[in-house]
T-cell receptor, first 113, second 113 residues
């Protein structure tokens, strides 16, 4: 069974630009979660999507947004990039039942110059 | 809001030694999850605990769900170099939505061959 996949693996942008990160969940999983992990820090919850809807959001500004597609894949968009947005962005998925058990992808490392 | 604390923050041990780490919260958790993150990778779920007092093993790893529901412990026996990484505890944030999982800051483990 294929795990959670994310693309791209690395992304370099300059301040003020927009970044788009993509995630494909494990087959059969309907929920997708996004986390930000700054260097040396823990995981900060960003967004949760389920059945195409945004269900919950962490303490991040509105320039962090996303969506979930009918095939349950998801996209995270970060507008007006700032230097402190440089981090590893992790996507996780979980099945409809047992949502607390999340399975992570390898992450996208975003560097903002 | 709910927070998780992990100790120790970092550990340096000799190969073959046993390792103990713990995770505490000021609030009750109904599920405890333990993840391991290798450098540059996404966290991998090691053990999930669903019941107070539960003791669960996964190879050389053993985790326990504390009786008070406010703590959990992870032990690694006979450590090997590939045990190196950051170990996170996590649990659903029951104050808002069980689908919003919060993570501890992590315990960084280094194994000296």
């Amino acid at each position: 069974e294929a795990g959670v996949t994310q693309s791209p693996t690395h992304l370099i942008k300059t301040r003020g630009q927009q970044a788009t990160l993509r995630c494909s969940p494990i087959s059969g999983h309907t929920s997708v979660y996004w986390y930000q992990q700054a260097l040396g820090l823990g995981l900060q919850f960003l967004l949760w999507y389920d059945e195409g809807e945004e269900r919950n959001r962490g303490n991040f500004p509105p320039r962090f947004s996303g969506r979930q597609f009918p095939n349950y894949s998801s996209e995270l968009n970060v507008n007006a990039l700032e230097l402190e947005d440089s981090a590893l962005y992790l996507c996780a998925s979980s099945p409809d039942r047992g949502r607390e058990t999340q399975y992570f992808g390898p992450g996208t490392r975003l560097l903002v110059l | 809001g709910q927070q998780l604390n992990q100790s120790p923050q970092s550990m340096f041990i000799q190969e073959g030694e046993d390792v103990s780490m713990n995770c505490t919260s000021s609030s009750i958790f109904n599920t405890w999850l333990w993840y391991k993150q290798d450098p540059g990778e996404g966290p991998v779920l090691l053990i999930a605990l669903y019941k107070a007092g539960e003791l669960t093993s996964n190879g050389r790893l053993t985790a326990q769900f504390g009786i008070t529901r406010k703590d959990s412990f992870l032990n690694i026996s006979a450590s090997i170099p590939s045990d190196v990484g950051i170990y996170f505890c996590a649990g659903p944030n029951s104050e808002t939505s069980y689908d919003k999982v919060i993570f501890g800051p992590g315990t960084s483990l280094s194994v000296i061959p």
